[in-house]
């Protein structure tokens, strides 16, 4: 009975800490304003179908990162600081993209085809890496996943079931949030929703800075 109870407790305690510091670095509230210019213009079947796959590649991403990512890594000789500045300059190229679109009300008037179409070319890179799921999302899994390092086999299990369980939350929360970035916006008019995408154009483009600035400083 105590070995049950202090493998319930691990579990619940690593739960925790997965939890809290997933959390801030996938973002599922402040992501779902910087993926909304791309899924605003699909109706609402095909944006179902995104987001169930963005939600897909970003589970798969976390699974990978947790069990193979080190491994993948060390094969070709590329470090958390190379990932953080690449995915910063990628992030950086997308705020700056949507900064610098001056697209007017008739050229957003794409047949329903063509944008599924190009939104299947965005939704793996960028909107699911580095977006949702980045950099930091992997560091800090990395780092979760060394709590069962030299674990035994029972212990194992037990941690990267919690870890899993995290993953599995923090997915739910960017189809829930992903899926109801319409409803979040609905009571913003044209000009409202304009600047909005304004807005996030621009955080999109300091985050994009921050994460290749934190690169640079690993590398360093």
């Known amino acids: 009975m105590n070995f049950i109870t202090v493998h319930i407790h691990s579990f619940v305690n690593l739960l925790f800490i997965g939890l809290i510091a997933l959390f801030p670095v996938v973002n599922p509230i402040g992501s779902a304003f910087i993926v909304n210019p791309y899924l605003s213009k699909l109706a609402d079947v095909e944006k179902k179908a995104a987001v169930k796959k963005i939600t897909f590649y970003a589970f798969s991403i976390c699974v990978v990162s947790l069990f193979a990512g080190h491994w993948i890594m060390q094969l070709f000789g590329i470090s958390i600081p190379v990932i953080q500045l690449a995915g910063g300059i990628m992030i950086c190229k997308m705020g700056w993209d949507s900064l610098s679109d001056n697209q007017d009300q008739s050229s957003t008037e794409t047949p329903a085809t063509d944008q599924s179409i190009n939104i299947s070319n965005n939704l793996f890179y960028p909107l699911t890496f580095p977006v949702t799921t980045g950099a930091g999302t992997i560091s800090v899994l990395f780092t979760l996943s060394a709590h069962s390092a030299n674990a035994d ?40 929703r304009k600047v909005l995408n304004r807005i996030s154009a621009f955080l999109i483009f300091c985050v994009g800075l921050q994460v290749a600035v934190s690169g640079i400083k690993g590398l360093l």
């Open 153 to 192: 086999w029972g212990s194992y299990l037990v941690n990267t079931l919690a870890i899993l369980t995290a993953i599995v939350v923090m997915c739910l929360l960017v189809f829930i949030f992903y899926g109801n970035t319409k409803r979040l916006m609905h009571r913003l008019d044209g000009n409202g």
